[in-house]
C-alpha cells in the first residue's frame, strides 16, 4: 500500500527488496534514497526495530535515510535514544503522518522534504504533524476603511491589511467575523477594532475555512481535509483530485461537505459528506461538470458550471435548469433557502431567486478591484467579499456588504422578492427555465471532469457562436477526450509564450479568451492596414492560433476558421496552468503575478535578452547550463587548490635543498631555476587562488576596487522594458523613414536607458590566456639569463619571448575591450575595440541573421552608402562592408556569448518589419 501511495503521487517506489536485510519500500525523491520499515501494531515502537533500521542504514552507501513508519507511535525513550552519540540517520513518522500523505492533506513530496528539513537544520528525528506546518511569521496590520454606500442597494465597510492572494479565500466564524485564508494559515480579522490574530498557523492552506459548532476549524490543504482544534491539527478526509481545489460546504442539518470539481484527467465531479476521521467520508458523484455550489435545504443543492445554474435533489439527479447571468460565476453562497448571491468574473454580485427565476444585478462592491475573489454569508442579509485592493498593490481588502432592503423567505410570497436597490436596480424580466441537455441524470452517470479554476472561456468570439452552441450537445466522453487533447496542446504551447505574455495571462486567471481578446484585435488591427507602421504581430501568437483558432486569430486569418470546443479549450487553459505550475515549483519563476512582474522588469546583472522576452523553456536551458557550470567550475577550483598546494609544497623544497647545498653541481644558477621552476608558477597560482576566493566570498561576482562608477558604466547594465501583459500597448512602433544627420562613429549610447537588448564576448578565456603567456613568458626569461645554452637558441628564445609579450598584450585588450551589441528602440550599436559604431533604425532598410565566409553567422545590415566601411575587418573587429551584397557585415555571432535565436527575437522584438528571418527572406 505505501508503495502504491507513492507511486500515485510520482515517486518512484518498489516494495518488498530482499538484499541485505528485508525492507519493506524502498524509493528515492529529489536525489536522496530511502529505505522504509513500516510497523502496524498496537504497541507504540521501541528502541529495538529503529536500531535495526539503522543498522541497515549503515550497510548501504552515504546518503541513504531510513524511514521508520509505526502507525501507534514511538515510546519516547526511542524517540530520546534515536541520535544520540550518531549521526542522524531516521527519520520517524506516525499514524498522522501517514494519514497526511494517504489523503493528500499533505503530499509525500512536501512531506519527505519537511521532515528531511526538521531533520537536517533541527536534528529532531521525529516531528509531529503539526508542527511540521506551523509557520512563524507576523500578524498583517488591519486598517478599517469607512462606510460606503454603493450601486445595487449595497452597503459595504472594509478592512485592509497587506497579504498575498495566491490561496486567498474567506469564511465566517461562529461569531460572525471574518476567517481569511492566506498562504501562512487562516487569520481572524476583527473589523472593527482593526486587528487580527492567526488562529490556524498552518502554512499552505487554501480555499474558504468552515468553523464548526465545537470551536474547531476545518481547513482544506494540498488534496485533503484537516481539523485544526486546541493547538493540533488532525487529518479528517481527503478532497479534491487537483491540487488546492477542495471546497468546504455547510449543508443546513449540520454536516460537512468538501466540493470536488474533478480534473482534466478523468475524475469527475463529486461531492465528500466528511466524517469525524480519514476512512468515514462518503462520496458521491454529480452528473454534470460543476465549479460551484451551496446547499439551500438539507435535501436541495444548487450549482454552477460557470455558465448555468442547475437544482440538484437529494439524490443528486437534476432537477431544474435556472436562468444564468451573463459573465462567468466564479463562486456563490445561499442567503436562505430560496436566495442564493452570485460573484461574476469582474466582481459583480448578483441576487437570484431559484423559486421565481428573478435576478437583480447588486452592483461592484467598491474598493475591490481584481480577481481572485472569494465571498461568504455573513447574515441573512449580509456577507463577506475578498479581493484584491482597488488602490494599494499587495493589499487585500475584506469588504463587508449589507444588501439593503433584502426581504427574508418564508414570507409566502412569491413575486418579486424584496431587494430595492434605492431606485438605481430593477429585476431583471424572468427566463422560462429550460431543461439540461442531459435530462435527469442520476448521480451514477459519469460525467466530464470540472476544472481547477477556468471551466468555460469568457466572451467567446462572435466567429465562435455556433461552434459554441454545437458544444453544450457533446458526450460526457466526447468532452472528456476534447479536455484531454486540449490539456496536451497547451502543455505544448505553454513553454513557447514569452514571459511578458504569460503575465498577462495571470492576470487574468487563465481566462483564455480574456487573455486572447487585445492580442486579437491586436493583430486584426495590422492585417486591415490600421496599425501604426512598424506594428508587428508577436510570433508566439500565430502559434497558439494553430491550436485556439478563432480564439487567437482575427477572422481574416486562415487559423480563424477553426473553432474550438469548450473542453478543449479548458483543457488547454489547465495545460498552460500545469506548465505554469511546473516552472514554479521548479523555481525557474516566482510563483505569484504581482513578483513576476517586479522580476520580468528588474534590470540585468549581466548582458542578455530582456527577461520579458525569454520563454519557460529558455529559463529551463539557462537553468540546465548554469548547473553545468557550477559543476565545472567547483571541479576546476578544486583542482586550482590542490595544484597551489603542490607547487607550494615543491617551493618549500627547492628552498631546503639550496640552503642545504643538496642541488648537483651546487650552483648559484641550479638553485635559482630550481626555485623558479616551483616559485614562479606557485605565485601565479596562488594569485589566482585567492582572487578565487575573493570571488567566491562575494557570492559569484568578481571582486571590484571601490570606486564611484560612471554614467557610462552604470548604463552598460540593460534594463528590461516594462510590458503591458495582457494588451499590446504601446507596440514596437517603426520609426517614421526620414532623413537623419547619421555619425557612424558615436560613443555614447544611442538607444533609450532600459529600452534594449545587450549580447558581449566573455572576457574570461583571454584573461586566461594573458595569464599563462605572463607565466610561460618569465619563466622563458628567467631560462634565457641564467643557464648557459648557446648563442642562437638564446636568440630563438628571446624572438618567442618577445612575441608572447605582444600577445600578452594584445588579448588583455580584447579581454578589457569585449565586443558588445546592443539591439534596442533607437538602434543597433557596436562597440568593439576599435570603437562604437551606431546604425539607427531610419538608416537600415533592412537586417538580417546570415552565413557569410567559413560559415560564420554575422548580423548583416543594408544601409546607405554601406561602401563608407571598409572591405576587412579592421584589428578592432568593427563593422565592414559585403561589396556582393551591397550590405555591412555589423558583428560576427560567433564572438558574443548568446544564441542565435535570441538576437534573432531582439531584432524581431526592437526592428519590426525591418528583420527578415531566414524563412521569411
Not at 175 to 198: K, Y
Not at 703 to 730: D, G, L, Y
Not at 887 to 904: D, E
Request: charge should be neutral.
Amino acid at each position: 500500500m505505501i508503495a502504491e501511495l507513492l507511486t500515485v503521487f510520482g515517486v518512484r517506489a518498489k516494495p518488498d527488496q530482499r538484499s541485505v536485510g528485508e525492507l519493506d519500500v524502498v524509493f528515492s525523491y529529489a536525489g536522496r534514497r530511502y529505505i522504509l520499515e513500516a510497523k502496524w501494531e498496537q504497541a507504540k515502537t521501541g528502541t529495538g526495530p529503529i536500531a535495526k533500521l539503522q543498522r541497515r542504514v549503515e550497510q548501504r552507501m552515504a546518503g541513504v535515510t531510513g524511514v521508520f513508519l509505526a502507525i501507534s507511535g514511538f515510546t519516547d525513550e526511542a524517540v530520546d535514544e534515536v541520535d544520540k552519540g550518531r549521526r542522524l540517520d531516521v527519520l520517524l513518522l506516525d499514524q498522522s503522518h501517514w494519514e497526511a500523505m494517504l489523503s493528500g492533506l499533505v503530499p509525500p513530496q512536501d512531506l519527505f522534504e519537511l521532515v528531511t528539513d526538521a531533520a537536517s537544520f533541527h536534528g529532531r528525528a521525529y516531528t509531529p504533524l503539526s508542527e511540521l506546518l506551523k509557520h512563524r511569521t507576523e500578524t498583517p496590520q488591519v486598517r478599517r476603511e469607512p462606510i460606503a454606500k454603493g450601486a445595487g442597494g449595497l452597503r459595504r465597510v472594509s478592512a485592509v491589511l497587506r497579504a498575498g492572494m495566491w490561496r486567498a479565500g474567506i469564511g465566517a466564524d461562529r461569531g460572525g467575523a471574518p476567517l481569511l485564508t492566506l498562504e501562512q494559515g487562516i487569520l481572524s480579522v476583527d473589523m472593527a477594532n482593526q486587528r487580527s490574530r492567526w488562529v490556524a498557523p498552518v502554512f499552505g492552506c487554501s480555499n474558504a475555512s468552515v468553523a464548526t459548532a465545537d470551536g474547531a476549524l476545518l481547513i482544506t490543504r494540498g488534496h485533503g481535509v484537516g481539523r485544526w482544534a486546541t493547538g493540533q491539527l488532525t487529518v479528517l478526509s481527503s478532497g479534491a483530485a487537483n491540487l488546492d481545489d477542495s471546497h468546504l460546504l455547510i449543508n443546513p442539518d449540520g454536516s460537512t461537505w468538501c466540493l470536488d470539481r474533478g480534473s482534466a484527467g478523468g475524475t469527475p465531479a463529486r461531492l465528500i459528506r466528511l466524517g469525524t476521521q480519514v476512512g468515514d467520508e462518503e462520496w458521491y458523484e454529480l452528473p454534470l461538470a460543476v465549479t460551484a455550489a451551496a446547499w439551500l435545504t438539507s435535501t436541495r443543492l444548487v450549482v454552477s458550471n460557470g455558465a448555468d445554474l442547475f437544482l440538484l435533489s437529494s439524490q443528486f439527479t437534476v432537477e431544474q435548469c435556472l436562468p444564468a447571468p451573463a459573465g462567468i460565476a466564479r463562486t456563490l453562497i445561499a442567503l436562505n433557502e430560496r436566495q442564493i448571491v452570485l460573484l461574476l468574473d469582474d466582481l459583480t454580485l448578483v441576487l437570484v431567486d431559484v423559486d421565481t427565476s428573478e435576478r437583480m444585478s447588486l452592483g461592484r462592491p467598491s474598493g475591490i478591484a481584481d480577481l481572485p475573489g472569494a465571498l461568504v454569508r455573513r447574515t441573512d442579509d449580509s456577507l463577506f467579499v475578498v479581493g484584491r485592493h482597488h488602490a494599494e498593490e499587495g493589499h487585500l481588502a475584506v469588504a463587508e456588504v449589507e444588501i439593503v432592503g433584502h426581504s427574508r423567505t418564508g414570507s409566502g410570497d412569491s413575486r418579486r422578492p424584496g431587494p430595492k436597490a434605492g431606485g438605481s436596480g430593477s429585476w431583471i424580466s424572468p427566463v422560462e427555465a429550460t431543461p439540461p441537455s442531459r435530462g435527469r441524470a442520476r448521480a451514477g452517470a459519469r460525467a466530464v471532469a470540472g476544472p481547477p479554476a477556468v471551466r468555460v472561456p469568457v466572451e467567446p468570439p462572435l466567429a465562435a457562436d455556433a461552434g459554441v452552441r454545437v458544444n453544450h450537445g457533446m458526450s460526457a466522453d466526447e468532452r472528456l477526450t476534447e479536455q484531454r487533447r486540449g490539456y496536451a496542446d497547451g502543455v505544448t504551447a505553454a513553454v513557447a509564450i514569452p514571459l511578458y505574455a504569460i503575465d498577462g495571462l495571470l492576470a487574468t486567471s487563465f481566462e483564455i479568451a480574456t487573455w486572447l481578446r487585445p492580442w486579437r484585435e491586436h493583430w486584426d488591427r495590422i492585417i486591415s492596414g490600421h496599425a501604426a507602421p512598424g506594428e508587428t504581430v508577436p510570433d508566439w501568437l500565430p502559434s497558439i492560433a494553430q491550436f485556439l483558432g478563432v480564439y487567437a486569430a482575427p477572422a481574416r486569418v486562415a487559423h480563424a476558421q477553426l473553432t474550438p470546443s469548450l473542453p478543449y479549450v479548458v483543457g488547454f487553459a489547465d495545460g498552460l496552468r500545469a506548465v505554469w505550475q511546473d516552472a514554479v515549483r521548479g523555481r525557474l519563476v516566482p510563483p505569484d503575478r504581482e513578483t513576476l512582474s517586479q522580476w520580468v522588469r528588474t534590470p540585468l546583472s549581466r548582458p542578455g535578452l530582456p527577461l520579458g522576452l525569454h520563454t519557460i523553456t529558455d529559463l529551463r536551458t539557462v537553468a540546465e547550463r548554469a548547473r553545468r557550470l557550477k559543476t565545472w567550475k567547483w571541479f576546476g577550483r578544486i583542482l586550482l587548490w590542490v595544484l597551489t598546494l603542490l607547487f607550494c609544497v615543491g617551493e618549500i623544497g627547492a628552498i631546503g635543498a639550496a640552503v642545504t647545498g643538496e642541488y648537483e653541481p651546487n650552483s648559484v644558477t641550479n638553485a635559482v631555476i630550481g626555485n623558479a621552476c616551483f616559485g614562479i608558477p606557485f605565485i601565479g597560482l596562488l594569485w589566482f587562488a585567492i582572487w578565487d576566493l575573493r570571488r567566491l566570498i562575494n557570492g559569484g561576482q568578481p571582486p571590484r576596487r571601490s570606486r564611484t562608477p560612471s554614467q557610462t558604466t552604470q548604463e552598460v547594465r540593460p534594463t528590461p522594458r516594462a510590458e503591458v501583459a495582457s494588451t499590446p500597448t504601446e507596440p514596437l512602433v517603426e520609426p517614421p523613414r526620414e532623413h537623419v544627420d547619421w555619425v557612424l562613429s558615436r560613443p555614447d549610447r544611442g538607444n533609450p536607458p532600459a529600452d534594449y537588448a545587450a549580447f558581449a564576448a566573455s572576457s574570461g578565456m583571454y584573461w586566461t590566456i594573458v595569464g599563462i603567456n605572463t607565466l610561460l613568458i618569465i619563466l622563458l626569461a628567467i631560462i634565457i639569463a641564467t643557464t648557459d645554452i648557446p648563442f642562437i637558441v638564446r636568440a630563438l628564445l628571446g624572438l618567442f619571448d618577445a612575441f608572447l609579450v605582444f600577445a600578452a598584450i594584445g588579448f588583455a585588450n580584447i579581454a578589457k575591450h569585449p565586443t558588445r551589441l546592443e539591439i534596442g528602440r533607437a538602434g543597433i550599436q557596436l562597440y568593439s575595440r576599435s570603437g562604437a559604431y551606431w546604425f539607427p533604425w531610419q538608416i537600415l532598410d533592412r537586417v538580417e541573421i546570415m552565413r557569410l565566409e567559413a560559415g560564420t553567422r554575422h548580423l548583416v545590415g543594408w544601409c546607405a552608402n554601406p561602401e563608407l566601411l571598409p572591405e576587412s575587418a579592421s584589428v578592432g573587429g568593427g563593422p565592414r562592408f559585403l561589396p556582393k551584397l551591397k550590405a555591412v557585415a555589423i558583428c560576427p555571432l560567433n564572438t558574443l556569448h548568446t544564441r542565435r535565436h535570441l538576437v534573432a527575437r531582439a531584432l524581431q522584438k526592437y526592428g519590426g518589419n525591418r528583420y527578415r528571418s531566414p524563412s521569411s527572406s
